[in-house]
């Protein structure tokens, strides 16, 4: 520790590249909500509505392979797997057209939200990060550079819990693409190099239990699997 600093300063959140020991810092995760419209349906609500943001911190971050701690003040924690997109470049007002020049890569990951706070929060118009910002919320996977992979706009996004398929829908399904779900975020806020942008997800969001495995993929870009544990003592 530096004298400058009165305690120590956090771990920096990374996600990993794949096939390489090489680390991606992440600054901020951005969420969009309401981006598929089978999801949208799913969940009772208004298809005509646009998406919207949130965000979770970053050292929500859990690994390939990890273990997510079953969160506490909940009975019904749900996973939504999602194409996460990784800025190596930011800015504000960007233009849809020039958006894809900020990507570093593309990788998988899982929205997990404690629905029954969440929705209990909305009911009375309250914040969303109880339900969508708490410990180990945000799994990823290792991270593939768009210099090899290209910037995937259409293959299967699929998510399975103890083998049974839940979740399976395509990139293409989604209503605002990458490059305008960028210039959208960069209206509202400054995005930097390091920020990750989880896309949304398709239907079949279901709620899952310790000792639960869950295995995620999307077509083109990787995979990423973890395993939810029982609760923090």
Partial sequence: MTARYVIDPPPQATLAIAGSDQLFPVRRIWCVGRNYIEHIREMGNDEREPPFFFAKPADAVVPDGGVVPYPPLTKDMHHEVEMVVALEAGGRNIKAAKALDLVWGYGVG????????????????????????????????????????????????????????????????????????????????????????????????????????????????GTLTVTIGKPLA
């Fill in 110 to 221: 899982i929205d997990l939200t404690r629905r029954d706070l969440q929705i209990a929060s909305r009911k009375i118009q309250r914040p969303w990060e109880i339900g969508k910002a708490f410990d180990a919320s945000a799994p990823c996977g290792a991270l593939k550079p768009a210099a090899e992979i290209g910037h995937p706009s259409k293959g299967r996004i699929t998510l399975a819990c103890n083998g049974t398929l839940r979740q399976d829908g395509d990139l293409d399904q989604m209503i605002w693409k990458v490059p305008e779900i960028i210039e959208k975020l960069s209206e509202m806020v400054a995005l930097e190099a390091g920020d990750i942008i989880m896309t949304g997800t398709p239907a079949g969001v279901a709620a899952t239990v310790a000792g639960d495995k869950l295995d995620c993929a999307v077509e083109g870009v």
